[in-house]
Structures are given as C-alpha cells and as structure tokens.
C-alpha cells in the first residue's frame, strides 16, 4: 500500500530537532496500525509539484498555520488534486487545516471560529463505527462552518461540533490532531501562550493537558482501517 503525505504546514523550526516534521508525526502515528503503508512526503506548502491522482493509492493531508480562505496558489492547487481523487475514488484523509480544506473542496465552507481558539485536549463524541467517546489533542481557529453535501458528522466536541466527517466517497477528516503527543502540544503552549494565543486561551490549554488523556490509538485503527478497506481494489491485480 503506497500512501502520500502531503505537508500543508510546518514544525517550528526550533521544535524540529525534537519533534521532527508533520508528515514523519503522521507515520509515526499511523504506521505502527498500519505496517503494510509505504509513506511519501510531498510538501506542497514548499511549492513541490503535487503528484498525479493516480501516482498513490490513498492520501493523508497534514495541518497548517495557514487558513484554507487564504486561497493561495499551493491551495488552489491542492483544492484540484482533492476534487481529481473524488472522482476516482481515492481515499483521502485530512488532520486539522486537512479536514478544512476537504470541506471547502468539497463545496462546504471553513471559517475563523466565533467561538475562539481550540487548544489543548477536548473530549470528542463520536458517531463513527470503531470510535469510543475519548479525548484528543487539538490546535486551530478555524473551523467547517458549512458542511458538504455529501458529507456527515461523525463526531465532534463542544467546542467544534463538526470535527469528523465522514463523506459518501472515500474520504475522511478530524479537526483535531491524532499525530500529536502531549509533549509536542506541551511545547508549542511554552512557545505561542500569553502571545499568539491569549493568556486564558494558554490557562484553559494547561489545565485540560492535566485533566484528560488523548487516545490517538483508536483513531490510528480507524484510519487504518479505512484505508484497508479503500485501497483493496486500488491494490488487487486484475484477475480475468
């Protein structure tokens, strides 16, 4: 199985020592329920040509800094690979700026949240098969204001109701970040609280990172098996 990381954002620079890069996150997250994955990087916020359709048998977009509404010329493009894989049926799953730019993609609509920042751990609810009730990882202000029509909510949280879709092709998407570790959100709140992000935002961060634990495990087995069950005929020879 031949699956494509397409990085959208990246790790503050004096963070990737320790932490490394978004797509390396996404592998080390997924791989271990995952071993029949080979993994591609393909950077499109560095301006790297995005491959061919057809070039993977499924895809994972990474998270950003960026907003999808910026409507950049990497976006744009990103925007038409995700339509082509849509008509071909390609698996395809989003994390965060990921999850946005499906929706928007797929004729729904991302906004700057009016209910503010999302950082910390927030517990989900969920409606997807293989998902139990958990907490997870969050960063964003922005969020999918308007679903796709061909898409429905597969969980969420107080804060973000709309944070996994599901979509009536193969495509799926959090709002959340299961590739994070606790340390990593750790230290990007030493790096952006009481600045970028506003002191009781920094507070509330804190204090859900002592209360809840994540379980990124069951959303890798969920992912994975998504893509087991949509690469099959990707994968399987012909046979007369």
Avoid at 30 to 49: I, K, Q
Avoid at 193 to 199: H, M
Wanted: with cysteine; glycine share 8%; aromatic share 12%.
């Amino acid at each position: 199985m031949r699956l494509c990381i397409i990085e959208n954002g990246l790790v503050p620079e004096e963070l990737q020592d320790s932490f490394g890069s978004y797509p390396a996150m996404i592998e080390s997250w997924l791989a271990p329920a995952l071993p029949e994955a080979d993994f591609t990087y393909v950077s499109a916020v560095r301006g790297e040509a995005l491959p061919e359709a057809t070039a993977f048998d499924g895809y994972l977009l990474t998270g950003s800094r960026h907003s999808c509404y910026e409507h950049s010329p990497w976006m744009l493009q990103l925007v038409a690979l995700l339509r082509r894989l849509r008509s071909l049926r390609r698996p395809v799953f989003g994390i965060c700026f990921g999850h946005q730019i499906m929706a928007d993609a797929y004729e729904g609509r991302t906004t700057r949240a009016e209910v503010g920042w999302g950082v910390g751990a927030q517990a989900y609810r969920y409606a997807a098969e293989g998902l139990e009730d958990a907490a997870t990882l969050v960063f964003h202000q922005d969020q999918v204001s308007s679903l796709p029509p061909q898409a429905r909510v597969a969980g969420g949280s107080a804060h973000c109701p709309h944070g996994v879709l599901e979509y009536a092709f193969p495509a799926r998407s959090v709002q959340f970040h299961p590739e994070f570790t606790v340390d990593y959100l750790a230290a990007l709140l030493d790096r952006y609280g009481n600045g970028l992000l506003p002191a009781d935002v920094t507070a509330r961060a804190w204090e859900s990172l002592q209360r809840l634990t994540p379980d990124n495990r069951q959303v890798a087995r969920w992912a994975a098996a998504f893509f087991r069950e949509h690469t099959r005929a990707v994968c399987s020879p012909f046979i007369p």
